[in-house]
């Protein structure tokens, strides 16, 4: 009974340990690696100071993380030092990429313009004499020894 309940034990904090390294390792550079995209908040100072007053360390670090600081960063600072870094972090605009997709989407859409206007429909004809011809009379069995040859 007692090899039993050992094993059983064994096995959860296995799976225990593998999930809480997991979670780890996927939130370690949320900051850094996420593919999220900021959506643009109205703040002022007056907004900026309410949404850091009475957090405690832990929210004051998801808030930082949020926005985009990385966790070296953060591990860093104190207290105080870590909410006036969240309230230049939240009135700038540096943690906003949507602008910065946006040129990226005009660039593109500029240059996908002149390969349309380069390709003519000349270029894209399909020349018959090199399609092979389909018999449509063809077996299963001689499609096999087809494959296999």
Do not use: W
Not at 34 to 48: G, H, Q, R, T, W
Not at 63 to 71: F, S, T, V
């Amino acid at each position: 009974m007692n090899s039993v309940l050992s094993i059983i034990c064994i096995v959860f904090f296995a799976y225990l340990i593998h999930y809480i390294i997991k979670g780890y390792n996927q939130m370690k550079e949320h900051g850094i690696s996420c593919k999220s995209i900021y959506i643009p908040e109205d703040f002022d100072l007056n907004v900026a100071l309410e949404t850091v007053a009475g957090l405690s360390r832990i929210k004051l670090e998801r808030r930082a993380l949020e926005l985009g600081i990385k966790r070296g960063i953060i591990k860093d600072k104190n207290d105080t030092d870590l909410k006036v870094l969240i309230i230049q972090t939240s009135i700038e605009d540096k943690h906003i990429v949507t602008m910065e997709i946006e040129e990226k989407i005009k660039q593109r859409e500029a240059g996908r313009t002149l390969l349309r206007e380069k390709g003519t429909r000349d270029e894209f004809r399909i020349n018959n004499d090199q399609l092979p011809q389909l018999n449509p009379n063809v077996t299963i069995d001689a499609l096999r020894d087809d494959l296999d040859n």
